[in-house]
């Protein structure tokens, strides 16, 4: 992982436009308005696949970032997890260089 991602995941949050947890990132994946997901390490394995599956036959590109749903929550600056979240307008942000 670029030591930068949670400073662009950050930025991306307070200055973009993102959806934060599964169902709604899989509705913006099906609405065709996703630029990219980032996804946790731990995130359960039966959403990952149909995120992954969704994400490709809509060719929305994921990031993996390497720690827990916790730590992308406090990234993302919520005190409860996250296991995904997706970003619709990257703001100013530099996420999308992460693809």
Sequence with gaps: MKPDLEKAIGMAVNTGKVKLGYDAVIKSVLNGKLKTAVISKNIPFNAKEKLI???????????????????????????????????????????????
């Design 53 to 99: 599956r969704n994400c490709n036959l809509f060719q929305v590109p994921i990031i993996e970032y390497d720690k827990s749903g916790i730590d992308l929550g406090a990234v993302c600056g919520r005190p409860h997890k996250v296991s995904v979240l997706g970003v619709l307008d990257p703001g100013n942000s530099k996420i999308l260089e992460y693809v």
